[in-house]
T-cell receptor, first 112, second 113 residues
Framework: SQKIEQNSEALNIQEGKTATLTCNYT??????LQWYRQDPGRGPVFLLL?????KEKRKERLKVTFDTTLKQSLFHITASQPADSATYLC???????????FGQGTTLQVKP | EAGVAQSPRYKIIEKRQSVAFWCNPI?????LYWYQQILGQGPKLLIQ????????DSQLPKDRFSAERLKGVDSTLKIQPAKLEDSAVYLC???????????FGQGTRLTVV
């Protein structure tokens, strides 16, 4: 079965630096991949979607890359702020059916 | 635009009791999902509806969990009887299409004692 791995250890960075989060998967590539942000006690909030034929997507300070050879997606937050502190989840749809399989999430802590 | 509404927000029950959760998705969204999120883990899909019909319920423990989507709009998820390992946050989400972003509700935190 498909496995999705995100860094289980929390990522601690200084304000203003770029945060880079990793999402790795096994076996075959998904039709598309999404990134979500989740704050404590709240549901996930959609950030970006990237399809298998796309290499990179940007939205304001956010950038997502998708490398089907490495079976990996990277999520970057540039000029990070303490307000960016949250858990970030990657979610993959392998059959283009809307069935999202989530990674376990990586907690980001941005220190002022 | 109103978001996905869920109730109740919190629920504490004893094992072997039953419980039901309610979800009202964003108006016009054809796809509705129920996810289970155990502390420290990512959400796990329990069931996916497309309008009235079930698209995927492969990970729904059907001996104790049931779900329905009424007239292709609201949905309820029921657990009967509950076990200790059902303690989790139950998230409802909806999306316009199957390959578009999902909008999540705040979730229902269930504690089984």
């Amino acid at each position: 079965s498909q496995k999705i791995e995100q860094n289980s250890e929390a990522l601690n960075i200084q304000e203003g630096k770029t945060a880079t989060l990793t999402c790795n998967y096994t076996n075959y590539s998904p039709a598309y991949l999404q990134w979500y942000r989740q704050d404590p006690g709240r549901g996930p909030v959609f950030l970006l979607l990237i399809r298998e034929n796309e290499k990179e997507k940007r939205k304001e300070r956010l950038k997502v890359t998708f490398d089907t050879t490495l079976k990996q997606s990277l999520f970057h937050i540039t000029a990070s702020q303490p307000a960016d502190s949250a858990t970030y989840l990657c979610a993959l749809d392998f059959g283009n059916t809307g069935k999202l399989i989530f990674g376990q999430g990586t907690t980001l802590q941005v220190k002022p | 635009e109103a978001g996905v509404a869920q109730s109740p927000r919190y629920k504490i029950i004893e094992k072997r009791q039953s419980v039901a959760f309610w979800c009202n998705p964003i108006s016009g969204h054809a796809t509705l999902y129920w996810y289970q999120q155990i502390l420290g883990q990512g959400p796990k899909l329990l069931i996916q509806f497309q309008n009235n019909g079930v698209v995927d319920d492969s990970q729904l423990p059907k001996d104790r969990f049931s779900a329905e989507r009424l007239k292709g709009v609201d949905s309820t998820l029921k657990i009967q009887p509950a076990k200790l390992e059902d303690s989790a946050v139950y998230l409802c989400a909806s999306s316009l299409w199957t390959d578009s972003e999902a909008f999540f509700g705040q979730g229902t935190r269930l504690t089984v004692v």
